[in-house]
């Protein structure tokens, strides 16, 4: 087919599709995941031979996905996401009659989805771009990645299945496999209306300027990675060192460290960086090289360390091991704050198990280094209450960078959930309002409208008045969801 083909049968199965109910577009998102249930182990199989990721990360990333699938069907069950809202008519109003005006949330049509070479399931062909998009009501062109066609094809058969078996149109949902141009192609179609995206900041990027510079610009929702600073505070550290310490290089290691929340960032007070540098370095023993995703992001890997490497402002805690084909080695250099501030380039992201130390002088210049960080999707402190409400400028200034303030623990391990959001500031994505993860996700793919004065039988069922569905709320005379 081809994209026009593919464009204007996913246009057309927009117009029906987005006019089912929320009970039948959840019954199709069930069917979904019952059917990758039924071919667990096929393609379990072919991620782990593709991807290089151990099998129980694999099983555990299908039952993630599986799990996500389930709270977007029943969030369309429960139908307030909607946000469906009622400001009823007032004839009688003086000095003029007040209109009936009700709003909601409504479907903007076919979206692109691009695949993820770090989760080969959850945030790529069934994974949550693609399911809140449907789960709104939109079409899907997915773009298979290439680190893991095999795996996406099987997935998107299943998705195909769960279509036919539930009469919907075949364009509800289409794979598609390409290159760069195929990807550019894809968003600068016009009946595209918006992208999902999570990889790179060069790509991400890029894609997002192709959707800007469109006759009619689309947005892009585009996860294109961060640092994930990690913010050591004095009392805390010194209290919790060698816990903390063991926890963050756990953190950092994980999964070969290429996780978009990985902690690639740790400021620590200058009395305790060498206590901090040396429960690091023992932590460290144990964590052998692990293989990357594929040769390509091995390379970038060590291509990385070796620019950092000619720096003369870092000390190296921990230098990578000698370049492999595949498997990746931790590493961990410190430098000073003052240092880290005179240059952008330690605030690049290197895709696995690397981090950069930062030691500081005091808290008044972690308020400086607050300034100069980049956005996050997470910032992580760790600090005693005293410290905390010692430092509230501190905290007020972070909340400014990052999409979520975590207080205890490490950012690693994203919970699909109500409340989570999975997003940032520039440059850790491109749409600040934004999450892929959890139930907001599904707000990416939808807008607003206003209906005025609509005849009460054409109204969209959350809309209608004594709708046994609606949970309302009556606030200064204005009744929503």
């Not at 209290?239 to 740790?266: D, H, K, M, R, W």
């Not at 400021?267 to 594929?294: C, D, I, T, W, Y």
């Not at 000619?310 to 990578?320: A, D, G, I, M």
Request: aromatic share 8%.
């Amino acid at each position: 087919m081809t994209l026009d083909q593919i464009f204007n049968a996913a246009q057309e199965a927009f117009l029906s599709y987005k006019k089912i109910s929320g009970s039948k577009k959840a019954d199709f998102l069930e069917k979904i995941a019952e059917i990758l249930e039924e071919n667990r182990s096929a393609i379990v199989l072919l991620a782990v031979q593709e991807s290089n990721l151990p099998e129980g990360r694999i099983n555990g990333e299908l039952g993630r996905t599986t799990g996500q699938i389930k709270l977007f069907a029943n969030q369309l069950r429960e139908g307030s996401w909607v946000e469906a809202t009622i400001d009823p008519a007032d004839p009688q109003r003086s000095p003029m009659p007040k209109a009936d005006i009700r709003r909601m949330l409504i479907p903007i049509g076919p979206v692109i989805v691009f695949g993820a070479s770090n989760f080969p399931l959850a945030f790529s062909t069934a994974g949550g771009d693609t399911i809140s998009a449907l789960a709104a009501g939109c079409p899907v062109i997915y773009k298979g990645h290439p680190a893991h066609p095999d795996t996406s094809k099987f997935v998107a058969q299943c998705i195909s299945q769960a279509v036919q078996k539930s009469g919907l149109p075949e364009g509800v949902f289409t794979h598609v496999e390409g290159g760069v141009k195929m990807g550019q192609d894809l968003v600068k179609h016009p009946l595209a209306k918006a992208v999902a995206f999570t990889g790179s900041y060069s790509a991400g990027k890029s894609l997002f300027n192709i959707a800007s510079d469109r006759d009619e610009p689309i947005p892009v929702y585009a996860e294109m990675g961060a640092v994930n600073p990690i913010l050591a505070f004095p009392k805390r550290l010194a209290n919790e060192l060698v816990p903390l310490a063991q926890s963050y290089i756990g953190s950092l290691t994980l999964g070969a460290g290429q996780f978009c929340t990985n902690p690639g960032l740790i400021f620590v007070p200058k009395e305790l960086a060498g206590r901090f540098a040396n429960a690091v370095s023992e932590a460290l023993q144990g964590a052998a090289a692990s293989p990357m995703l594929h040769e390509g992001i091995a390379e970038s890997y060590y291509k990385a360390l070796t620019e950092l490497q000619l720096r003369s402002e870092l000390n190296w805690v921990k230098v990578p091991d000698a370049k492999h084909l595949i498997n990746a080695s931790p590493a961990l250099a410190e430098i000073s704050a003052t240092d880290w501030m005179a240059d952008d380039i330690f605030q690049q992201e290197v895709f696995g198990s690397f981090a950069l130390m930062v030691v500081y002088e005091n808290e008044n210049e972690l308020i400086q280094v607050a300034k100069k960080l980049h956005g996050q999707l997470t910032i992580t402190l760790w600090a005693d209450n005293l410290e905390l409400k010692a430092n509230t400028e501190l905290v007020n200034l972070l909340e400014e960078k990052c999409g979520r303030l975590l207080f205890v623990g490490v950012p690693t391990g994203v919970e699909v959930g109500y409340a989570m959001h999975h997003g940032g500031p520039f440059p850790s994505t491109t749409n600040t309002n934004s999450t892929s993860v959890g139930a907001h996700a599904i707000k990416r793919f939808a807008r607003p409208i206003a209906f005025q004065d609509m005849p009460a039988d054409l109204l969209p069922d959350a809309l209608k008045d004594g709708n046994p569905l609606e949970i309302m709320r009556q606030v200064n005379g204005v009744w929503s969801k």
